[in-house]
């Protein structure tokens, strides 16, 4: 028995080492998020930050100090590696009796599930004015319509399918094609109760290639150009594939807030990327609102209380 135990205890400890230097090699690659495989294990950082902590457990359990310094310095890297990068000036928060709220609810639909109309539901249970739906189908377009008297979606034959659902008017609405994989984006002014703001709803391809990761990042900085240059409040929402502590989100950061959301995929694992975003400008935050619950997605819905730093006139 006592060599049993000996012998597992040798296990874990090539385990935990092979582990370590995989860990270490692959946080070193991580930065490299101009190349599509870093830009891939960056997002997997929580999962590698996991997998130092439990190195530092065995380790101290074990009392093995050099190996033990190794995972605590690879913890602290990927703890400082996961901080968002700095935004844009957070605006005051206006007084609440004057300002009306906006309550949008983001979610990406998930274009293999069985069943998206559950997160039909949730946009009636949450009182959402303004539901953004990626990875949309038919189904739940039909039922949202139901509720939401302005209405703007793409085709809805495939991944791409992507709708905006308004209690508010929507105007001067168009689709744009990304040139690269013709993936659409939706641009339209809402009429908001505080006046005019104007909506863009993305969803760009995963970095499963050099030729997506770039795509995605130009389309990025395009709708973070849009931003910048609009005079009337801005909400850019969708699912970005791209992580909070991506580079490649800092031209949106820099000229918008992001809603504090947090991880959103895989919605079935309790430790999740935070891919799915909702940017404002014009706006403060109220509250931020994920539902962990069982919608028929492999992504967390959440919805954003949004409420206009100043008035607008109509």
């Known amino acids: 028995m006592n060599q049993i135990i000996k012998t597992i205890v040798n296990v874990g400890h090539l385990g935990a080492r092979v582990g370590t230097i995989a860990s270490v090699v692959m946080t070193a690659a991580s930065f490299l998020d101009f190349w599509v495989y870093g830009e891939q294990l960056a997002s997997l950082r929580p999962f590698i930050l996991l997998a130092a902590l439990l190195a530092v457990i065995w380790f101290s359990v074990f009392r093995r100090p050099r190996w033990g310094i190794l995972s605590v310095l690879l913890v602290a890297v990927g703890f400082v590696s996961m901080q968002p990068h700095s935004q844009g000036d957070v605006p005051k928060r206006p007084d609440s009796q004057t300002h009306s709220t906006l309550r949008v609810l983001t979610a990406n639909a998930y274009i293999g599930s069985p069943d998206q109309t559950q997160l039909a539901r949730l946009a009636s249970d949450t009182r959402a004015d303004l539901v953004l739906v990626t990875e949309l189908d038919e189904p739940l377009a039909a039922q949202l319509r139901s509720s939401y008297p302005f209405v703007h979606t793409t085709e809805l034959n495939g991944v791409f399918g992507m709708g905006v659902f308004s209690k508010y008017p929507l105007t001067d609405v168009s689709i744009q094609l990304e040139k690269t994989y013709d993936s659409p984006s939706i641009h339209a002014a809402l009429q908001t109760p505080e006046g005019p703001a104007n909506l863009i709803l993305v ?87 994920e539902f962990t619950e069982d919608y028929g997605t492999d992504h967390v819905p959440f919805l954003t209380v949004l409420r206009s730093s100043s008035p607008h006139s109509h």
């Open 203 to 289: 969803h760009p391809l995963p970095p499963g290639s050099q030729k997506a990761l770039k795509a995605r990042n130009q389309l990025i900085d395009y709708v973070a150009m849009l931003t910048r240059d609009s005079d009337l409040p801005m909400i850019v929402a969708g699912d970005f594939n791209t992580t909070t502590w991506s580079t490649h989100l800092n031209p949106l950061m820099a000229v918008a807030n992001r809603a504090s959301s947090g991880g959103t995929w895989p919605s079935h694992l309790p430790l999740r990327i935070p891919i799915d975003h909702v940017f404002f400008k014009g706006f403060s935050e109220q509250g931020v609102f």
